[in-house]
């Protein structure tokens, strides 16, 4: 139904991030008018029941129909053009409303534990009925399809929001059916496990919440990039002729739609500088052609024609990896002097492994050394920002 419905708002030849918007606010409106009937049917049978768990599962729907309004302001905000103010755009607004959503998740959650607890230490009597069980699994069944129309749609477009929320519908979907089991449980057996049922409702709606937050606020703390879309810069920039080696590559993530790439680009020193940056101009179009982000080329110059430099450049790679596979030595360069040459260069390290840079110093050091005793080792540890 999401795709035909998108089909149907986005019109004829709409543009990538128009249709993102529109699947936006297709979800966003499904989840509003599912999570508002779930609740008015849930909270009928739950009072009319007297059950607890059913009671506390229908306001958590309720909060989830809260969640939908959020997500819809979401998209509809961060759809928003750049400005002066923000020249990036506003896509990071969906990351925020998603952590909303999530907290909404936890406070739900919680009162819910509170009224469990209540329950459990003044138990009231549940009545069983045959709506009470096509309610729930209407529910079961809702939360399950919203599940999965909201993680298709969040993958599809890369959706923080539309996966919390796919997150938050397939626990509940998991809640309703223990509530269910529940109900039939306490009817054959006549043993009241309601409130301790609702109880453990509470803690899988604050477990899903918790989860939630973790995944939604990694885009704004700074999380490396994907490892396919570095994979994809390196292979557009490797696939030029004039590419001798890449490096200190950066990517900075605005939203959705919005990512600035920027990285080194190693060519050959004796080159014309013209025909080089024509080439690097070429190269920043392909990338934001191909992977819709803006990108900024430097050059780095390097002597290719010198076989001494070559062959330790070599060997400090090699070694490099030989100590950890994600290390990577660039920009080395010779500068000779009358009783010693120094031998400067840089090597990326890993954020995990910066901590140990003085042993990998040392090492590289020791390679130098190797090469030649009048080589003295110049170098600078420097962080990396992406896996590769």
């Known amino acids: 139904m999401v795709p035909f419905l998108v089909k149907i708002f986005s019109g004829k030849n709409p543009d990538a991030d128009k249709t993102r918007s529109v699947y936006g606010y297709v979800c966003g409106t499904l989840g ?7 609740f008015a049917a849930k909270l009928t049978v739950g ?14 729907n309720f909060s989830d129909a809260g969640s939908s ?77 919203m599940y999965i129309y909201n993680r298709k749609s969040g993958k599809l477009i890369g959706s923080e929001t539309l996966m919390a929320v796919a997150t938050d519908s397939i626990g509940d979907s998991v809640a309703t059916l223990a509530v269910l089991a529940c109900s039939i449980f306490s009817y054959f057996t006549k043993i009241n496990v309601d409130a301790y049922v609702g109880a453990a409702v509470s803690l899988m709606i604050i477990r899903a919440g918790i989860l939630s937050v973790i995944s939604t606020a990694s885009p704004l703390l700074g999380r490396a990039p994907d490892g396919e879309l570095v994979e994809k ?10 590419t001798c080696g890449v490096h200190d590559l950066v990517v900075h993530d605005y939203g959705p739609g919005k990512k600035f790439v920027s990285l080194h680009m190693e060519v050959d020193g004796s080159g014309d500088i013209f025909t080089l940056h024509d080439e690097v101009d070429r190269i920043e ?23 001494i430099l070559s062959e330790l450049t070599d060997r400090l790679k090699t070694r490099a990896r030989e100590i ?16 010693h040459t120094n031998v400067i260069f840089d090597v990326a390290i890993p954020a995990d492994k910066f901590s140990s840079r003085s042993d990998i110093s040392a090492a590289l050091s020791e390679t130098v050394k190797d090469f030649g005793q009048s080589y003295f080792a110049v170098i600078n540890c420097e962080m990396s920002y992406t896996d590769k």
């Open 285 to 307: 179009k392909l990338l934001c052609d191909t992977l819709h982000c803006e990108a900024v080329i430097h050059m780095d110059p390097i002597d290719v024609k010198n076989p």
């Open 47 to 60: 009072t009319l029941s007297g059950s607890i768990s059913i009671t506390a599962d229908a306001f958590n």
């Open 32 to 38: 509003i008018i599912l999570n508002l009937f779930l």
């Open 69 to 145: 309004i959020i997500t819809l302001f979401g998209f509809l905000w961060s759809g928003r053009k750049a400005d002066s103010e923000h020249p990036f755009g506003h896509g990071r607004i969906e990351y925020i409303c998603g952590i909303l959503v999530s907290v909404i998740i936890i406070i739900v959650g919680g009162e819910l534990l509170l009224s469990s607890a209540e329950k459990i230490f003044n138990p009231t009597e549940v009545t069983f009925s045959l709506s009470l069980c096509i309610v729930l699994s209407l529910s079961v069944l809702v939360k399950f399809y």
């Open 233 to 242: 810069i390196y292979e557009i920039v490797d696939s030029s002729e004039a």
């Open 324 to 339: 950890d596979g994600a290390l990577l030595v660039h920009d080395v360069r010779m500068v000779p002097g009358p009783s």
